[in-house]
Nanobody, 121 residues
Framework: QVQLVESGGGLVQAGGLLRLSCAASGRTFSSYAMGWFRQVPGKEREFVACISWNGGRTNYADSVKGRFTISRDNAKNTVYLQMDNLKPEDTGVYYC??????????????WGQGTQVTVSS
């Protein structure tokens, strides 16, 4: 069982930056691939980025490539999403997720409660 808690969301102007964190409970965090997804009302949850269990592989949605960076610190049981040059279309609730394989599909076993990111124009 893994519990995930996101933090770091907020209101920022376009062009600004935020760093999201996702703290995980449990001793097996380093065994899990991790993903970030986002969702806006009325739309399906959208893939943002994912990272393998050891950080050796990452993948990004085309819309965030070159602006967002996913990383993890297994010693701290935490995964991060550094978001630079934010755009209004990045607005949404951001969720972190844990699973056995890093994937763009929302087929993860555990999810956090989400943190709101709002980018004003």
């Amino acid at each position: 069982q893994v519990q995930l808690v996101e933090s770091g969301g907020g209101l920022v102007q376009a062009g600004g930056l935020l760093r999201l964190s996702c703290a995980a409970s449990g001793r097996t965090f380093s065994s899990y691939a991790m993903g970030w997804f986002r969702q806006v009302p009325g739309k399906e949850r959208e893939f943002v980025a994912c990272i393998s269990w050891n950080g050796g592989r990452t993948n990004y949605a085309d819309s965030v490539k070159g602006r967002f960076t996913i990383s993890r610190d297994n010693a701290k049981n935490t995964v991060y999403l550094q978001m630079d040059n934010l755009k209004p279309e990045d607005t949404g609730v951001y969720y972190c997720a844990a699973g056995w394989v890093e994937t763009m599909d929302p087929n993860y076993d555990y999810w956090g409660q989400g943190t709101q990111v709002t980018v004003s124009s």
